[in-house]
Nanobody, 124 residues
């Protein structure tokens, strides 16, 4: 079992920045990759970014590429999402997640562990 706790959400104006954090506990060694999803009002949960612990390989959704950066601190069992140039369309509940299988997965059902979410609101 892996437990994930997100923090860092809040209210920011368009063009601003936020950094989200996700602390993992439990059997963290069983996780192959960690990442972020989001659910905007009236939309389905969508993939945002992912990072593999070994080698630090990253993958981003086209909608955030060039604006968001995912990173990890293995010593702290923590993954971060640095969000720059935020847009109102980025408004959503952001979820931290982890999966045990190898490869890149962008479908929520393929991920094994989830945090409770943190609200990000971008005003115009």
């Amino acid at each position: 079992q892996v437990q994930l706790v997100e923090s860092g959400g809040g209210l920011v104006q368009a063009g601003g920045s936020l950094r989200l954090s996700c602390v993992a506990s439990g059997r963290t060694f069983s996780s192959y990759a960690m990442g972020w999803f989001r659910r905007a009002p009236g939309k389905e949960r969508e993939f945002v970014a992912r990072i593999r612990w070994s080698g630090g390989s990253t993958y981003y959704a086209d909608s955030v590429k060039g604006r968001f950066t995912i990173s990890g601190d293995n010593a702290k069992n923590t993954v971060y999402l640095q969000m720059n140039s935020l847009k109102p369309d980025d408004t959503a509940v952001y979820y931290c997640a982890a999966h045990r299988s190898m490869g890149v997965h962008t479908t929520p059902k393929m991920w094994d562990y989830w945090g409770q979410g943190t609200q990000v609101t971008v005003s115009s």
